[in-house]
């Protein structure tokens, strides 16, 4: 079974600042996605970065970004210029294609970080 | 109007009393999604939905069940509530392929008492 990593529970970085938050997971599959998902205090689930396994170049999104080891099967997110906005719980997540499962895809979480933004 | 509405969006329940939450979506998706939230446990499937005749168990269903209404609606019931199903239930949907991830409701707080 597929299963998502986040060693790290909690991280603190100071307003401006650079943060990476730590994700492996372990598969036996050479086609997968892999996301991370942003839980602010509102509660809502909001995507904040995809990656797909084929594609060698690193995932960006503004001041997301992610460094994608798919030999160490690693992924982590690089936060840059960090806002007090940012702080929340981060989930690292999973699946794989649903052409290769012919059935529904399902997301599999870590257990979160939660990221402490300090002025 | 959000694209995946969960009510209730807070409940505090009594142990042993029956509870439904609810979930619609106005996405299209074919495929929809219950999770549970616990501190330090993350996200965790309780049940699926590829279509309104298609269900299927996660990885936790026991003592809960669902009920696929409509392609649009998804909603997830507790026979007889335990203190230890107090948890965050979140709502999701997906298309049927590429590389997406899931669209989230907003979430329901269930506090059985």
């Known amino acids: 079974a597929q299963t998502v990593t986040q060693s790290q529970p909690e991280m603190s970085v100071q307003e401006a600042e650079t943060v990476t938050l730590s994700c492996t997971y372990d598969t036996s599959e050479s086609d997968y996605y892999l996301f991370w998902y942003k839980q602010p205090p509102s509660r809502q689930m909001i995507l904040v970065i995809r990656q797909e396994a084929y594609k060698q170049q690193n995932a960006t999104e503004n001041r997301f970004s992610v460094n994608f080891q798919k030999a160490a099967k690693s992924f982590s997110l690089k936060i840059s210029d960090s806002q007090l906005g940012d702080a929340a719980m981060y989930f690292c997540a999973y699946r794989i294609p649903y052409i290769n499962t012919g059935t529904a895809s399902k997301l599999t979480f870590g257990t979160g970080t939660r990221l402490q933004v300090t002025l | 109007d959000a694209d995946v509405t969960q009510t209730p969006r807070n409940r505090i329940t009594k142990t042993g009393k029956r509870i439904m939450l609810e979930c619609s979506q106005t996405?299209?998706?074919?495929?929809m999604y219950w999770y549970r939230q616990d501190p330090g446990l993350g996200l965790r499937l309780i049940y699926y939905s590829f279509d309104v005749k298609d269900i299927n168990k996660g990885e936790i269903s026991d003592g809960y069940s669902v009920s696929r209404q409509a392609q649009a609606k998804f909603s997830l019931s507790l026979e007889s509530a335990i203190p230890n199903q107090t948890a965050l239930y979140f709502c999701a949907t997906s298309e049927r392929g590429g590389p997406g991830g899931y669209t989230f409701g907003s979430g329901t707080r269930l506090t059985v008492v």
């Open positions: 996405k299209g998706h074919d495929r």
